[in-house]
């Protein structure tokens, strides 16, 4: 079972009274900049190798032997696993718990 700690505090302030409004640019400010570029390079590399699988799985099962006519259920097929393997995760997580770098990637870094 993995175990639970207190959420880190975000490592950024704002001086009393002030606020800023949200934008991209403060994703770049010194504190988030290492985090920010990090999150967004490996989500860039998830949707890379997520359209690299979908786009050539069909070729790679008719090279295995498939016909093309049963290749693309094979895509479909990959989807649906996606799809349950999801619900399967979100119906265990609350049973035993996520570690803290799951819960908040950016302090981890």
């Known amino acids: 079972m993995v ?3 207190a959420a880190p505090q975000c490592p950024v302030t704002l001086p009393a009274g002030k606020r800023e409004e949200p934008s991209v640019r403060a994703l770049f400010a010194a504190p988030l ?5 990090l999150v967004w390079g490996f989500a860039f590399l998830v949707f890379l190798s997520t359209y690299a699988l979908t786009a050539w799985f069909p070729t790679v099962l008719v090279e295995l032997g498939f016909s093309p006519t049963e290749a693309p259920a094979g ?3 990959i989807g649906l696993g996606g799809i349950v393997g999801g619900l399967v995760v979100v119906l265990l997580a609350p049973r035993f718990g996520t570690p803290v770098s799951a819960e908040n990637p950016i302090h981890s870094v």
Do not use: H, K
């Open 3 to 5: 175990q639970q700690s």
């Open 33 to 37: 900049r290492a985090g920010t570029i």
């Open 75 to 77: 895509s479909a097929l």
